[in-house]
T-cell receptor
Framework: DTGVSQDPRHKITKRGQNVTFRCDPI?????LYWYRQTLGQGPEFLTY????????KSRLLSDRFSAERPKGSFSTLEIQRTEQGDSAMYLC??????????????FGPGTRLTVL | GEDVEQSLFLSVREGDSSVINCTYT??????LYWYKQEPGAGLQLLTY?????DMKQDQRLTVLLNKKDKHLSLRIADTQTGDSAIYFC????????????FGGGTRLMVKP
């Protein structure tokens, strides 16, 4: 396994369009996380899944945002009616358990979204 | 919630030591992580320390924790140009796989 992968790496869209990003976690990891990172800031938590269940959502995740992990493997993050303020790097991470405790989160390279 | 503060910028000469500082507010933080982010890349875990430790050394990296003051530092010995990156600290309450709260990051610039 080569790690967490994200697709696309870059996305440019016009305001008002919908966009969808994909994340493939490390295969044996049952937890998957989405973070958003704006320029000059640290990553901010958006949501996370355990298998296919979405366990927590940040208040940053407005009703224009939806995330899914239908089969407990890859996940998608969709943004509807994009706004310029959505421009950011969207990071995905995954973690798994060893001996009953979760290991650290492994991050993907991110998807950079630019909304014109 | 947790607030995490870091200084924005640090510049050092190649071969010198770098010290990156972090303060946090939640005294129940038990796992304290340091991540590195190179330009255009995701985050890479560098090291971490448990709250029952004062110090952890891992090759050129030394993490110091002052739990009373909620202050964490990362020292990089013999800093190299390849260490130029943004460094984030991220305290966590547990190892139950919950979300991380990151500081704003410290940009380290290493001059040859």
């Amino acid at each position: 396994d080569t790690g967490v992968s994200q697709d696309p790496r870059h996305k440019i869209t016009k305001r008002g369009q919908n966009v969808t990003f994909r994340c493939d976690p490390i295969s044996e990891h049952n937890r998957l996380y989405w973070y958003r990172q704006t320029l000059g800031q640290g990553p901010e938590f958006l949501t996370y899944f355990q298998n296919e269940a979405q366990l927590e959502k940040s208040r940053l995740l407005s009703d224009r945002f939806s995330a899914e992990r239908p089969k407990g493997s890859f996940s998608t993050l969709e943004i509807q009616r994009t706004e310029q303020g959505d421009s950011a790097m969207y990071l995905c991470a995954s973690s798994g358990m060893t001996g009953g405790v979760y290991n650290e989160q492994f991050f993907g390279p991110g998807t950079r979204l630019t909304v014109l | 919630g947790e607030d995490v503060e870091q200084s924005l910028f640090l510049s050092v000469r190649e071969g010198d030591s770098s010290v990156i500082n972090c303060t946090y507010t939640d005294s129940s933080s038990t796992y304290l992580y340091w991540y590195k982010q190179e330009p255009g890349a995701g985050l890479q875990l560098l090291t971490y320390i448990f709250s029952n430790m004062d110090m952890k050394q891992d090759q050129r990296l030394t993490v110091l924790l002052n739990k009373k003051d909620k202050h964490l530092s990362l020292r990089i010995a013999d800093t190299q140009t390849g260490d130029s990156a943004i460094y984030f600290c991220a305290p966590s309450k547990d190892n139950a796989g919950n979300m991380l709260t990151f500081g704003g990051g410290t940009r380290l610039m290493v001059k040859p």
